[in-house]
């Protein structure tokens, strides 16, 4: 019989995000092999987007007994994946992430618990489409918002409703620009 795929589990709203110290994303660099594989030469282009996050989060008793099952039982000591809000990119959005190491109990304060761990990340999810970053290669953002700016007066003042842009160029997806009328 086959099973389906159950639904990602995810990390909670009423636990705390990584603190900002001791929070560090690391993408990896696959560019080029070492020199036992191939004499260095440059690899061919991966259609992996392998990054690593290291989290540190401070957590109450009920929080770090919950954290501890998660990993072990409900993850199966890490090797599930299951989402979770990361600062990437700029901005916080959920990312596809499975534990690297188990989750390791460092500094005590008062009642309050730091558990430092690494993350794995599938893909880092709400980075700038590369349409916009092949864009801003050649035009200045500052200059394309002016821009955008200028004529969203022009437009809503000449002729009204005749056109509407996303609120956030830096962040609309290519169906935003698709659906904005």
């Known amino acids: 019989m086959a099973h389906s795929a159950s639904p990602l589990l995810r990390w909670p709203g009423w636990l705390p995000l ?7 994303v ?3 660099d696959r560019r080029v092999a070492t020199d036992m594989e191939i004499g260095g030469r440059f690899r ?7 990054t690593r996050a290291r989290c540190v989060v401070s957590l109450d008793p009920i929080q770090a007994g919950w954290l ?7 993850l199966r000591q890490g090797s599930k994946w299951f989402l979770m ?22 500094s005590v304060r008062g009642r309050w618990t730091d558990y430092g761990f690494t993350l794995d990340i599938a893909r880092r999810e709400g980075l700038m489409p590369v ?3 092949e864009l801003l290669a050649l035009i200045s953002p500052y200059f394309l918002a002016r821009l955008r700016n200028r004529l969203r007066e022009i437009l809503h003042h000449k002729a009204s409703r005749a056109t509407n842009t996303p609120d ?11 659906t904005a009328e």
């Open 85 to 106: 809000p990361l600062w990437i990119g700029g901005g916080l959005a959920d990312q596809r992430v499975r534990f690297r190491d188990r989750p390791t109990a460092g």
């Open 44 to 50: 061919v282009e991966f259609d992996t987007d392998e």
């Open 68 to 74: 501890e099952t998660f990993e072990r039982d409900l």
């Open 18 to 24: 990584p603190n900002q110290d001791g929070y560090q």
């Open 168 to 178: 956030n160029i830096w962040t609309a997806t290519t169906a935003d620009w698709e």
């Open 131 to 133: 349409w916009l970053a």
């Open 26 to 28: 690391e993408p990896q």
